[in-house]
């Protein structure tokens, strides 16, 4: 089973510029997550979509980062414009379904991409 | 708020001994506990997962955890360690009750090194 794959793995860019990244999930999997993941730091949600839904953006910096995950399948972050804070690894993670209720009984782990490490000079 | 707690940055232990990699949460449901190893340059890898029931979990690498209620703690345990379990371990929590999403609250992460 292929994994999650990111692109790219590593970027450098300056301050007030753009950047994407791009996370094609598991195949099958309806969940994809965006984490960041500042150096010695644990990873932090950013968004998560369940098919091509927003379930989560409450972490988000919306006037500066967007995502879209338009076909429910892969899905592209962006930073418009970055700030030195932004250096950081960018983590996309699927998982099968989304975690329902508490009876559910079925809580899947999700499946974490390589990462995208960005350094914004 | 959820909450997780690795209060130790770096766990040294020699080949061949125990390791305890430690973790406390504070949850205002029940907690959904899960840890992930992560290698340099690559992404976050799933170790094992606490949801309900017997309180050790079994997980991959021969990697355990003990779920402890009353002390909020998850610890992660091997009975010998091996050279090649050296990384980065990440403890993480999920409300099961209050929680709409599947968001994981990750600790700071604490790094093993297993010495020779």
Do not use: M
Request: aromatic share 12%; charged share 20%; glycine share 8%.
């Amino acid at each position: 089973e292929a994994g999650v794959a990111q692109s790219p793995r590593y970027k450098i860019i300056e301050k007030r510029q753009s950047v994407a990244f791009w996370c094609n999930p598991i195949s099958g999997h309806a969940t994809l997550y965006w984490y960041q993941q500042i150096l010695g730091q644990g990873p932090k949600l950013l968004i998560q979509f369940q098919n091509n839904g927003v379930v989560d953006d409450s972490q988000l910096p919306k006037d500066r980062f967007s995502a879209e995950r338009l076909k429910g399948v892969d899905s592209t972050l962006k930073i418009q414009p970055a700030k030195l804070e932004d250096s950081a690894v960018y983590l996309c993670a699927s998982s099968l379904t989304r975690t329902g209720t508490r009876t559910s009984g079925i809580h899947n782990e999700q499946f974490f991409g390589p990462g995208t490490r960005l350094t914004v000079l | 708020a959820q909450s997780v707690a690795q209060p130790e940055d770096q766990v040294n232990v020699a080949e061949g001994n125990p390791l305890t990699v430690k973790c406390t949460y504070s949850v205002s449901g029940n907690p959904y506990l899960f840890w992930y190893v992560q290698y340099p340059n690559r992404g976050l890898q799933f170790l094992l997962k606490y949801i309900t029931g017997d309180n050790l979990v079994k997980g991959s690498y021969g990697f355990e955890a003990e779920f402890n209620k009353s002390q909020t703690s998850f610890h992660l345990k091997k009975p010998s360690a091996l050279v090649s379990d050296s990384a980065l371990y990440f403890c993480a929590v999920r409300d099961g009750v209050s929680s709409n999403t599947d968001k994981l609250i990750f600790g700071t992460g604490t790094r093993l090194q297993v010495f020779p």
